[in-house]
T-cell receptor, first 113, second 117 residues
Framework: NAGVMQNPRHLVRRRGQEARLRCSPMKGHSHVYWYRQLPEEGLKFMVYLQKENIIDESGMPKERFSAEFPKEGPSILRIQQVVRGDSAAYFC???????????FGPGTRLTVT | AQSVTQLGSHVSVSEGALVLLRCNYSSSVPPYLFWYVQYPNQGLQLLLKYTTGATLVKGINGFEAEFKKSETSFHLTKPSAHMSDAAEYFCAVSDPFSSGSARQLTFGSGTQLTVLP
């Protein structure tokens, strides 16, 4: 059973470009979480999604950030008009339901130049 | 609101020595507690978790942690450090009574463990 997959593993974007980060949850998992890890800090919750629904986006910046988890395909975290401060590691986690343990992917390391 | 404090951003121990990584939490309700390990350029792997029941929890790789409600602590220990234990360790909490939204994890800032030969 494959674990949580994230791609790309590394992403370099210039300021003002768009970044798209993908997360494929574990088989049978319909709950996806995104976390951001800034340098020298712990992970911070961003958003929680179920298939086709955003359940909790209390940790998402109000502008430029969006997330989706369509009926088919991976969950996407989209960052528009990236700035240097968006440089971080973005982790996705999945679980079969909201009460169960979250399994983390390897992360996408975004560098904004 | 919940918060997690990990005392000591860097801890060094000799191989074979006791490992003690400290975690204190703040929560209005008894939380669920977790320790994760992160190896360089990898995702987080769950070491152990406390939900209910026995307050001494055993995890993988010989690690264990004890939930002490009176001290609001959940320190991670291992009797004898191995070189392969060198990694970053994160303590996290979640609210077991959250309704509607997920049991999002609130993480500490991490402790980098170095094991000296």
């Amino acid at each position: 059973n494959a674990g949580v997959m994230q791609n790309p593993r590394h992403l370099v974007r210039r300021r003002g470009q768009e970044a798209r980060l993908r997360c494929s949850p574990m088989k049978g998992h319909s709950h996806v979480y995104w976390y951001r890890q800034l340098p020298e800090e712990g992970l911070k919750f961003m958003v929680y999604l179920q298939k086709e629904n955003i359940i909790d986006e209390s940790g998402m910046p109000k502008e430029r950030f969006s997330a989706e988890f369509p009926k088919e395909g991976p969950s996407i975290l989209r960052i528009q008009q990236v700035v240097r401060g968006d440089s971080a590691a973005y982790f996705c986690a999945s679980s079969p339901d909201k009460a169960s343990e979250q399994y983390f992917g390897p992360g996408t390391r975004l560098t904004v130049t | 609101a919940q918060s997690v404090t990990q005392l000591g951003s860097h801890v060094s121990v000799s191989e074979g020595a006791l490992v003690l990584l400290r975690c204190n939490y703040s929560s209005s309700v008894p939380p669920y507690l977790f320790w994760y390990v992160q190896y360089p350029n990898q995702g987080l792997q769950l070491l152990l978790k406390y939900t209910t029941g026995a307050t001494l929890v055993k995890g993988i790789n010989g690690f264990e942690a004890e939930f002490k409600k009176s001290e609001t602590s959940f320190h991670l220990t291992k009797p004898s450090a191995h070189m392969s234990d060198a990694a970053e360790y994160f303590c996290a909490v979640s609210d077991p009574f959250s309704s509607g939204s997920a049991r999002q994890l609130t993480f500490g800032s991490g402790t980098q463990l170095t094991v000296l030969p």
